[in-house]
């Protein structure tokens, strides 16, 4: 495997590891009374993104690369305080970000076929993800 291709498998491990999402679950926001149904809805999103995240990086390690661990953003310790209405907007922006990354990622990856796949499926799951935040938003307004 080419060390652009690591790369940017990489940047898609640590986009899906260290999402808003995965930061939210374990800093866990105000969540009111839409709580048991955003709750369950991101712990689902954060377990998907992990598994993802773990068959990519196994792909990564295969093919003698190594895995990135990458950082939250220091602007997400700003959020756990805030009320989950808020965080769903945030979260619905972050992932319409991680969508667009995704499809570049894509597009990056002609050359390396089976690397594309295991991005075009995570792009796939990214992509119910934000129909699913579209949903909770119009749920709790």
């Given at each position: ?98 969508v667009q990354y ?40």
């Amino acid at each position: 495997m080419s060390n652009e291709t690591n790369a940017i498998l990489n940047q898609v491990i640590v986009l899906l590891n260290r999402s808003l999402a995965a930061y939210l679950a374990d800093a866990v926001p105000w969540m009111g009374r839409a709580g048991a149904e955003v709750g369950e809805s991101l712990t689902a999103m954060v377990k998907d993104q992990q598994q993802s995240a773990d068959r990519l990086a196994e792909f990564v390690l295969d093919n003698g690369g190594d895995v990135a661990a990458g950082e939250f953003p220091m602007s997400f310790t700003a959020l756990h305080d805030l009320s989950i209405e808020f965080c769903l907007k945030k979260l619905l922006q972050t992932q319409q970000e991680a969508v667009q990354y995704l499809q570049q990622a894509v597009a990056a990856l002609e050359r390396a076929p089976l690397a594309k796949a295991l991005v075009e499926e995570t792009l796939g799951s990214a992509r119910g993800h934000l129909e699913t935040l579209n949903e909770l938003l119009a749920a709790v307004h």
